[in-house]
């Protein structure tokens, strides 16, 4: 699963894209209540069978970008180097 961020002026798109997203339920579920825990509200929602896009304010991409990475353990993933 990754995260991509676009920022739009004073909004910016948020989305979770993963082909895994398919066979999981509760993955969109998962993005807005960790967005919710950090009080970051939803603007607009956009679903296909493999993303989840949702448009908030600019200033909290950032934060919104760490609480998805924590909710989906983005963060704990180790990288190789070469």
Known sequence: MSVITISLRSHAKVSIVGVG????????????TALADENINIQMISTSEIKVSVV????????????LHSAFDLDKLDTVTG
């Not at 997203?21 to 807005?32: D, E, T």
């Not at 908030?56 to 609480?67: D, G, T």
């Open 21 to 32: 997203m398919r066979s999981h339920a509760g993955v969109a579920s998962k993005m807005f």
């Open 56 to 67: 908030i304010s600019e200033k909290y991409m950032e934060l919104a970008v760490r609480a």
